[in-house]
């Protein structure tokens, strides 16, 4: 099994910053892709950001890029969103998903954590 689980969500007035984390667990050989996506009621899933754990290239929406930094500690699994600047169209559930190959398995396979609510207003 693998899992993924969020934290770092909230309330935040406009201005204000947040850090999420996503921490993969289980049965892990590899991890190609750790990232974040949003959804805000009534829209569609959107991308925030990449991150490739091997040699940390990054990518971000451009509604986010000058205000976001995503990072990752490889030795803990973990990927890291920093918000700033953050703005009440930001307000939206966030998601982790990661690229990975689990122990004794060919491929690998996309998972998502549960979601964290962040909320921008004042």
């Known amino acids: 099994q693998v899992q993924l689980v969020e934290s770092g969500g909230g309330l935040v007035q406009p201005g204000g910053s947040l850090r999420l984390s996503c921490a993969a667990s289980?049965?892990?050989?590899?991890?190609?892709?750790m990232g974040w996506c949003r959804q805000a009621p009534g829209k569609q899933r959107e991308l925030v950001a990449l991150?490739?754990?091997?040699?940390?290239?990054?990518r971000y929406a451009d509604s986010v890029k000058d205000r976001c930094t995503i990072s990752r500690d490889n030795a803990k699994n973990t990927v890291y969103l920093q918000m700033n600047s953050l703005k009440p169209e930001d307000t939206a559930v966030y998601y982790c998903?990661?690229?990975?190959?689990?122990?004794?398995?060919?491929?690998?396979?996309?998972?998502w954590g549960q979601g964290t609510q962040v909320t921008v207003s004042s």
């Open positions: 289980g049965s892990i050989f590899s991890i190609n892709l």
């Open positions: 998903q990661a690229d990975i190959t689990r122990t004794g398995g060919s491929h690998a396979y996309r998972y």
């Open positions: 991150i490739t754990p091997d040699d940390g290239r990054s």
